[in-house]
């Protein structure tokens, strides 16, 4: 008889094929409703599901996942995301499916079909999906071999299931399939019993996309919603959105000229216009005199490098689709550059090598010693020797390789160690244009980079420095809600670089210094960096999204791989650590996101604009120029509001302005060498001495005071992660 061990420790005997509704029913009533899903060794799977055909452990050590459980709601968008499936085929005619996977605070599904899907189309789907729910159907798990598969998708028309189960699938024997009334997916789970369990829903959105995301296959149309277990939930998580949406950096950068970004320059490359570019430069001042403070040298790298320097360092060709061209000094070097994209995956017959000599011939390159009969592994050597004999740069990817070289640069000794090299270097990124988003995702970007290069003895200190570091550059600007992600390598996963004892050590050690730090941390496999892994410091807003910022990165494996040395006590040469740390992450991004968490309205150390002096009358100018000039001496950046309007109107500008503080100057003010104060937060403040006002705003400003962040109390809503995770 099969045995179960709950999450308390509690051991039960259980009858062959039982699920964990089963027991749940064994427990109580009242449990089984509540129970949508199960965990088993960490793996989500349905509730209905025999426990045996899962896992042989004895006991099996099952989780029952209820509608309280955060894993619990991506199950029901997945589930959501096949009821809507479903409604759009009984509505739309010849409709192909492609895949209908959960995100972090939804769903979506890839359709094919004629009929363009709009906005207006959502109230008929979303009717048609609430009578699918209404009926309450299970969802019905069953299996077929390969052969058997492709001909059911084939039988339903859906021939990119058919496609994908040939290609995408061709290791799997078998495949797990979906059936939900007339309705048949083929899915690897897992769902909530049945449709009845979905009790909030809602389509936000249409957009358009491509069979597996590249632009070369078919388009499709991609159609997003949202599920909740309560509608109560579901109205929180909406308003939230709709907050965001007034947050959005792109539309208050351009209301209040923080940054463009122009066709004319390019997508993707921002802009920083003079109040932006204020903001970023204060930060930019604020993080280097502190790093000076803390031992970190100034240096600065070029753009480009030999794309040798990135082949050594891994990350060319490892990111090259996430990189610009190479840029040849020899007109045919991108001509020989993409004739070995050709041959290495092997697209290429005798017709188009042909064609490449022969185009190679007219620019200069005859090849005439090119080994036409030889395996491609020797025509990509004949190729690569010519390619290194010629001058060949990359836009720069990353700024560590350029820091190896300065510490390479000279003799070193243990004596010199650690070498805190820091760098605002900006890198490029050739992101795909529909992912391109404001300063949060752009091609061009500018990282508080500094690499750290320490003996193994130095590791654990300089990590714990550098993760205080991080927290005292967040505290600044008032960002003190964040969750630590140990982010490792995935031991199944062969994209990470170096041997498995360096990667071992420094997981193990990024663990023991956030262990003994006391922050709280969450380990994540399969998302280290590729040489190794990293602290990642997760970052909620004011109304609660979660963003990705600061980050301090171990590394072992740069240094083997560029063979760096120092001479230690002992006289000999070793080999010394590289600790990798950002903790604004980008400029663009950081102020992207700064934009939307204070809703453009900066504290005052930050604000482009801290102070504008508004006068009753013209006779009052004269005075306001010496009150400019007294903050103006006092490091402040002010402005006189000289516009012949009456006050009401200038405080009104300077509200919307978002400018922190107004100095008001009339008769009386003069009369007695001060101004009245009215606050952008408290409003009038009353009569100051321009002694007390400045005092007063230069506290406020050097102790980085953080008074109002413009919050939300809307919950952030979040589970069943961020990709395909259940579809093939």
Same mark, same amino acid.
């Given at each position: ?20 509704? #089963? ?40 989780? /029952? ?11 029901? $968008? ?36 004629? +009929? ?41 028309? =859906? ?59 078919? $388009? ?21 959105? #709709? ?97 070995? =994209? ?51 740069? /990359? ?14 640069? =000279? ?37 508080? #980079? ?58 193990? +050690?990024? $663990? ?60 000999? +040469? ?35 604009? =801290? ?44 509200? /919307? ?72």
């Amino acid at each position: 008889m099969p045995r179960i061990q709950l999450p308390d420790g509690t051991i039960q005997d259980i009858a062959d094929g039982s699920s964990a509704l #089963d027991v749940a029913r064994g427990i109580g009533e009242r449990l089984a409703n509540a129970t949508v899903a199960a965990e088993i060794d960490g793996v989500i799977v349905d509730a209905n599901r025999p426990l045996t055909e899962v896992s042989d452990a004895d006991p099996i050590p099952l989780k /029952l996942l209820t509608t309280r459980d955060s894993e619990a709601v991506g199950v029901l $968008r997945h589930s959501c995301a096949h009821v809507m499936a479903r409604a759009v085929m009984r509505l739309f005619d010849g409709v192909g499916l492609a895949f209908g996977p959960t995100t972090g605070n939804g769903f979506y599904y890839d359709f094919d079909l004629e +009929t363009p899907i709009s906005e207006e189309d959502f109230p008929r789907i979303e009717a048609e999906m609430q009578s699918i729910i209404k009926d309450s159907e299970p969802f019905e798990r069953f299996h077929l071999d390969r052969d058997e598969a492709v001909e059911l998708v084939t039988g339903l028309n =859906q021939e990119l299931k058919a496609e994908h189960i040939q290609t995408g699938l061709a290791d799997h024997g078998t495949l797990s399939f979906y059936r939900q009334g007339e309705f048949v997916d083929l899915c690897r789970g897992p769902h909530v019993p049945d449709a009845g369990r979905i009790k909030a829903f809602k389509l936000v959105s249409v957009a358009g996309s491509y069979w597996k995301g590249d632009s070369k296959n078919k $388009r499709l149309q991609r159609l997003y919603g949202t599920a909740f277990f309560d509608k109560k939930d579901m109205k929180a998580y909406l308003e939230q959105v #709709d907050e965001a949406k007034r947050r959005d950096h792109r539309v208050l950068g351009k209301q209040h000229g923080l940054f463009s970004i122009s066709p004319e320059v390019g997508s993707g490359l921002c802009l920083w216009l003079p109040k932006g570019a204020t903001v970023r430069a204060l930060l930019e001042d604020f993080i280097k005199q502190e790093l000076l403070k803390r031992g970190y040298q100034p240096v600065y790298s070029p753009h480009i490098g030999r794309a040798e320097l990135y082949e050594t360092s891994g990350h060319f060709p490892y990111y090259r689709d996430s990189q610009f061209a190479p840029i040849f000094g020899h007109p045919a070097g991108q001509l020989v550059d993409y004739w070995k =994209q050709c041959l290495t995956a092997n697209e290429i017959d005798e017709k188009v090598e042909k064609d490449f000599l022969e185009a190679a011939k007219d620019i200069g390159c005859p090849f005439e010693d090119f080994p036409k009969a030889g395996a491609n592994e020797e025509k990509l050597a004949y190729l690569s020797k010519w390619e290194k004999q010629q001058e060949r740069y /990359l836009l720069k990817p990353m700024n560590c390789p350029h820091h190896v070289q300065m510490y390479q640069a =000279q003799p070193r000794s243990y004596r010199d160690l650690p070498v805190r090299l820091a760098e605002f270097g900006t890198v490029y990124r050739h992101e795909q244009s529909g992912e391109l988003n404001g300063m949060l995702r752009v091609r061009g970007l500018t990282q508080d #980079d500094a690499h750290l290069f320490c003996t193994p003895e130095q590791v654990e200190q300089e990590f714990k420095e550098t993760l205080d570091l991080v927290k005292f550059v967040l505290a600044s600007v008032g960002l003190e809600n964040y969750r630590v992600q140990l982010s490792l390598r995935d031991p199944d996963s062969d994209k990470y670089v170096g041997s498995e004892d360096l990667w071992d050590r420094a997981e193990g +050690t990024l $663990r023991k210094v956030l262990q003994e730090s006391g922050l709280e941390f969450t380990e994540c496999a399969g998302e280290a960096a590729f040489y190794g892994p990293k602290a990642d410091f997760m970052v909620s807003d004011a109304i609660g999204r979660e963003w990705q910022l600061g980050t301090v990165q171990l590394d072992y494996n740069l240094p083997e791989r560029f063979k760096l040395e120092y001479v230690g006590s002992d006289n000999q +040469t070793h080999r010394p650590v590289m600790i990798h740390r950002a903790p604004f992450g980008s400029m663009e991004r950081f102020v992207g996101m700064l934009i939307e968490h204070f809703a453009a309205a900066f504290p005052l150390w930050l604000a482009p604009e =801290q102070i504008r002096i508004l006068n009753l009358n013209d006779e009052m100018l004269p005075f306001c120029e010496e009150v400019q000039q007294r903050f103006r001496q006092a490091g402040f950046r002010t402005s006189i509001d000289r516009q012949s309007a009456n006050v009401k109107k200038k405080i009104r500008d300077a509200q /919307l302005d978002l400018v922190p503080y107004m100095l008001i100057v009339g008769p009386k003010d003069k009369e007695k060498g001060g101004v009245s104060v009215r606050d952008r937060i408290e409003g009038d403040l009353g009569f100051m001495s321009l002694d007390d006002a400045v005092a007063k705003l230069v506290q406020e400003r050097d102790e980085r005071t953080i008074r109002q962040v413009i919050k939300s109390d809307v919950k952030v809503f979040s589970g069943g992660g961020d990709g395909a995770e259940n579809e093939y």
